[in-house]
């Protein structure tokens, strides 16, 4: 086991080696999309390099990662709230007799939501992947700014969304390992980290 999870590390590890960097460009706006999210040490990252051989999909597989980040950045957040039991007040399900603070934290809370809640999940999903936030919208550019605030300064944008698209490669790491280290021990992160459980072997 020992020797898979090493084997599994090196290869996750040397997918991180730098790539060589294109010469396409796409721009949003004031900044090259190449720019961001090639930060020190490793630069562009394109272990496949699809920025060579497939240029014309670099936009939407950036629009896609960025939208995941944000996804994933939230998740990270309500698995911490949850995790340390803050819950809103009231019923989940008044039919149902279902509060909020029923729900059991981690990867087991979506099993308890009855089928009406879930579907209205999804429906939300629908309006804002189809409607509010459009995935033909590749720049990821929604209009609401940062923090309401429209940034002029080009190098203060490209750090900025250097920012973003970074914590949500950090933030989609992060909520991939905490749901199969809760997998894996059967126990929740609030519960790993009580008991000093930090690492999932």
């Known amino acids: 086991m020992k020797l898979a999870v090493a084997a599994l590390l090196f290869a996750s590890a040397s997918a991180f080696a730098p790539a060589q960097t294109s010469k396409a460009s796409t721009a949003i706006k004031m900044v090259n999309e190449l720019e ?5 040490p490793l630069g ?13 999909s670099f936009e939407r597989r950036r629009a896609v990662e960025r939208k995941h980040g944000r996804v994933a950045m939230a998740a990270i957040v ?4 949850h995790n340390n039991h ?4 009231g ?3 008044k039919s149902e007799n279902l509060k909020f603070s029923d729900i ?15 579907l209205q999940i999804l429906f939300f999903f629908a309006l804002v992947e189809l409607a ?3 995935a033909s919208k590749y720049d990821g550019d ?3 700014g940062w923090f309401g605030d429209d940034i002029k300064n080009p190098d203060e944008k490209i750090r900025k969304l250097n920012v973003e698209m970074n914590n949500g490669r950090a933030a989609m790491l992060g909520i991939f390992g905490n749901m199969v280290a809760e997998c894996t021990t059967g126990q929740t992160m609030y519960e790993q980290y009580a008991s000093g459980h930090v690492l999932s072997f």
């Open 142 to 144: 929604y209009g609401v």
């Open 132 to 134: 509010w936030m459009p």
């Open 104 to 118: 059991p934290t981690g990867v087991d809370g979506i099993r308890a939501i009855p089928n009406a809640g879930l």
């Open 36 to 40: 961001i999210g090639a930060t020190a």
């Open 78 to 81: 309500g698995n911490i709230v």
């Open 86 to 89: 803050i819950t809103f007040d």
């Open 44 to 56: 562009v990252y394109d272990p496949l390099g699809w920025l060579d051989n497939e240029p014309e």
């Open 91 to 93: 019923y989940l399900s």
